[in-house]
């Protein structure tokens, strides 16, 4: 399976970014992709990743609690895309964000992307 991301970038504190990433190919069908857990993790500078947001099929939806209240993440079943939107970012959500695909036991990374807030 190959999980295509794409946003990223430079934002002042307080500023907005999107992320989108896109699952395909990898045997699994759209019914597969549907029916697993998309979302995205990330990784800090000397740190482990971490959950940012998963998102089940239905709109069920679990946050790390740093990132409650300021980002959303949707998913398009349609396109095999989910999106996160992040709003009042903050110096410490810098990081390089991890698309990701949980299908079965099986986890799916994409190649990483990054983001960086300025205070």
Do not use: E
Not at 23 to 49: E, H
Not at 51 to 75: E, M
Request: one cysteine or more; charged letters at 10%; hydrophobic letters at 35%.
């Amino acid at each position: 399976v190959q999980l295509q991301a794409s946003g990223g970038g430079l934002v002042q504190a307080g500023g907005s970014l999107s992320l989108s990433c896109v699952a395909s190919g990898g045997g699994l069908s759209s019914s597969d992709i549907r029916s697993g857990y998309m979302g995205w993790y990330r990784q800090a500078p000397g740190k482990q990743r971490a959950l940012v947001a998963l998102a089940g099929n239905g709109n069920i939806a679990t946050y790390s609690d740093s990132v409650k209240g300021r980002f959303t993440i949707s998913r398009d079943h349609a396109k095999n895309t989910v999106y996160p939107q992040m709003s009042n970012l903050q110096p410490m959500d810098t990081a390089v964000y991890y698309c990701n695909l949980l299908w079965g036991n099986t986890n799916y990374w994409g190649q990483g992307t990054q983001v960086t807030v300025s205070s």
